[in-house]
């Protein structure tokens, strides 16, 4: 794992050195962080806006595996998935708190590495670590970390807003994510067999889109610009299929998604038939992308027409259009949402 000379175990810090190591890092710069790291519960001013709140836990071995994600990823990627969440209520996201539970297998360099990944993340989103919580486990690692947000009640958008007709819009790519993992397990598998040192050169860009998801602040800020507003929204993280489910069924509509118009890039693209995988179903089911889904009248479709960021990728439909998917020789499917973990072998 961690290939330092110098190791200090964290028993030689204990606990409270642990925080304090960890909260003289931590420099608070909204003024709605009242108080952070160092009393019992963290002080929050929401400013007259509605909070938001969200969780998301990682588990060694379940959601990541240290064989190949660095620690500092790890820690860029915990926060990140969080905000993913925040900015698909079209809000903004502002304080975290982080639970941790580490094995003595961990040495203190190695939560440094993952307060690094973690404040980095904070930084380039301008999110205060108000808080969090430490303890030890039999085995591996865990984190959980809470996402707070704020937005003016007006401008939170729901799953269940979607409207008959409403164009179905999704940002960036697909699938890239799902195929850097696929990389990572191919390379480890080699390693282990053979000893063989990973090559993942020309895989810069999937391999990102793995270890590194950005939220799509960007994709919140086009859209204020362009004066649209989502009638409804949702983050990718199980896959298109799946998402564009989640949004139908909350607005009690159908949904029509086109094969031919789905984005995927070339390097997953090619990935993908490497792997003797589809390419769509990639797109469709690969998961852990973080790019928004979100729906749009079509009185919109102007603003958002050629947009290289945006890909109109379907629309919504009454009730019993059903759940659908046309495929590029017009053939009509049942839409289903396999998820990522159909598609893993692990
Ligand atoms: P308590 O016993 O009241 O739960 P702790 O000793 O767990 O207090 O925490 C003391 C302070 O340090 C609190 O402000 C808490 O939010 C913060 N804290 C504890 N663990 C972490 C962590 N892993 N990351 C950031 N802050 C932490
Ligand atoms: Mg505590």
Redesign the pocket.
């Given at each position: 794992m961690t290939e330092e000379n110098s190791r200090t175990e964290l028993g030689q810090l204990g606990?409270?050195g642990?925080?304090d190591r960890?909260?003289s890092r931590?420099h608070l710069t909204l003024p709605s962080s009242v108080r952070?790291?160092?009393?019992?519960?963290?002080v929050i001013d929401p400013e007259g806006l509605h909070q938001l709140i969200t969780t998301d836990m990682l588990v060694e071995g379940v959601h990541f595996d240290l064989g190949y994600v660095p620690l500092k990823h790890l820690g860029y990627k915990a926060m990140a998935v969080n905000m993913s969440d925040v900015y698909a209520m079209n809000a903004e996201p502002r304080q975290a708190?982080?639970?941790?539970a580490l094995s003595n297998r961990f040495p203190v360099e190695a939560v440094d590495e993952l307060?690094e990944g973690m404040l980095l993340a904070c930084r380039n989103y301008g999110v205060d670590?108000?808080?969090?919580?430490?303890t030890t486990s039999r085995s591996g690692l865990v984190i959980a970390v809470t996402m707070l947000g704020a937005a003016r009640k007006e401008d939170i958008v729901y799953r269940n807003g979607a409207r008959d007709n409403d164009l179905l819009v999704v940002s960036g790519d697909l699938g890239g994510a799902y195929m850097g993992l696929q990389v990572l397990e191919r390379e480890k598998s080699v390693f282990q067999e053979s000893g063989a040192q990973p090559d993942l050169d020309g895989n810069d860009y999937i391999l990102e889109r793995q270890l590194k998801p950005e939220p799509r602040r960007d994709i919140i800020q086009l859209l204020k610009k362009l004066e649209v507003r989502p009638t409804s929204m949702i983050d990718v993280s199980d896959g298109l299929a799946s998402e564009a489910l989640h949004l139908a069924r909350a607005s009690g509509l159908g949904v029509r998604l086109y094969d031919d118009k789905l984005p995927i890039d070339p390097a997953t693209y090619s990935t993908a038939r490497t792997f003797n995988l589809d390419p769509t179903t990639c797109a469709l089911n690969g998961g852990e992308d973080y790019e928004l889904l979100f729906t749009v009248a079509q009185s919109d479709f102007e603003k958002i027409k050629g947009n290289p960021h945006l890909s109109i990728v379907g629309h919504m439909t009454d009730a019993a259009s059903g759940h659908v998917l046309v495929d590029k020789q017009g053939g009509v499917h049942e839409l289903r949402a396999q998820g990522w973990d159909a598609l893993l072998t692990r």
């Open positions: 606990e409270f642990l925080i960890i909260a931590v952070g790291i160092g009393d019992d519960a963290a708190v982080v639970a941790l307060y670590l108000v808080g969090g919580d430490t």
